[in-house]
């Protein structure tokens, strides 16, 4: 049975408001919680599981998980996050508002969001994940640390303070996701002209045989400082994220599939199983079949 986690184990006193930050290498086991959370990837990255969706998490994603639902961390790398877990009663009247807004209204829906209809197993949109652009994520690491020293200062009106800075962080995401998801405003200077037009290209064509010059194509950078641009963003290089992102997208299908490992191999942009299999044990530490089996049971 997975570990259910509870806000008095972090917090005994004042809102159900705190941020908990965290560091994992390796695995860490399946729970869920009985609070919100959301979660910002400071630094590293990590596979994380949700819902029988694999995802690849870099610096700078943030995301959300509701109460009740299980997830996880496979091979995480120095991964450091920033957990704002909090309880909605804590918004009061403006919870109504704040669920109307783009991206709130699926966190604080009662049901899932209905899946994309025209979407492959492991080609599905996760659309609760937002690329902070690096010009933002400073002053959102800020907003979270900010959080935390109310909690810990207890100045006069901290538990107002708390509460106000909770419903400000949650506008907050809902612009970023507005901006991701609705609009796609790009700049041409800043995280989403270099890097993000990158990340979605991956998302796309991971199946096929993707090389630097195509990155480079996409990103309208020569290959040697669309590298080096993508390297000072993510932490690994392009070819790096390439593979995990297929690895990930593997152990989906393996986890929520019948398909053979060499129609995953296939799919994931494998073309010779005996290097898939190769790959995957490096990156998870078992061949695909054993992962599959334990996956399973």
């Not at 091979?75 to 508002?97: F, P, V, W």
Request: proline share 5%; glycine share 6%; aromatic share 10%.
């Amino acid at each position: 049975m997975p570990d259910v986690l509870h806000h008095e184990t972090f917090m005994n006193d004042g809102p159900v408001i705190a941020i908990v930050p965290a560091e994992h290498h390796g695995r860490m086991r399946a729970h869920s919680h009985e609070f919100y959370e959301i979660v910002y990837v400071a630094d590293g990255f990590t596979l994380h599981s949700a819902g029988g969706t694999i995802t690849l998490l870099v610096a700078g994603d943030l995301f959300f998980v509701k109460p009740g639902e299980e997830h996880s961390y496979i091979n995480a790398y120095q991964t450091k996050l920033y957990n704002l877990i909090y309880s909605a009663e804590e918004l009061g009247n403006l919870r109504r508002d704040l669920a109307a807004l783009p991206g709130l209204d699926e966190m604080f829906s009662p049901t899932p969001a209905p899946p994309d209809p025209g979407a492959k197993p492991g080609e599905e949109k996760n659309t609760r994940l937002i690329h902070v652009p690096m010009h933002e994520r400073r002053s959102v690491e800020s907003a979270l640390r900010e959080m935390a020293e109310e909690r810990e200062g207890r100045k006069t009106g901290w538990e107002i303070a708390l509460r106000i800075r909770l419903a400000s962080f949650l506008l907050r995401y809902s612009r970023m996701y507005a901006e991701q998801w609705d609009s796609r405003v790009i700049s041409a200077d800043d995280y989403y002209g270099y890097v993000y037009k990158i990340l979605c290209y991956v998302d796309t064509h991971y199946s096929e045989n993707i090389t630097m010059n195509d990155l480079s194509a996409v990103a309208g950078l020569s290959p040697d400082y669309m590298a080096r641009k993508f390297k000072s963003a993510l932490h690994m290089t392009p070819s790096e994220y390439v593979r995990k992102f297929r690895i990930a997208r593997a152990m989906e299908l393996l986890c929520t599939t019948d398909l053979s490992v060499a129609e995953v191999a296939r799919r994931t942009g494998f073309s010779d199983v005996s290097l898939f299999s190769r790959v995957f044990k490096q990156s998870v530490g078992l061949p695909p079949a054993s992962y599959r089996k334990n996956a399973v049971e």
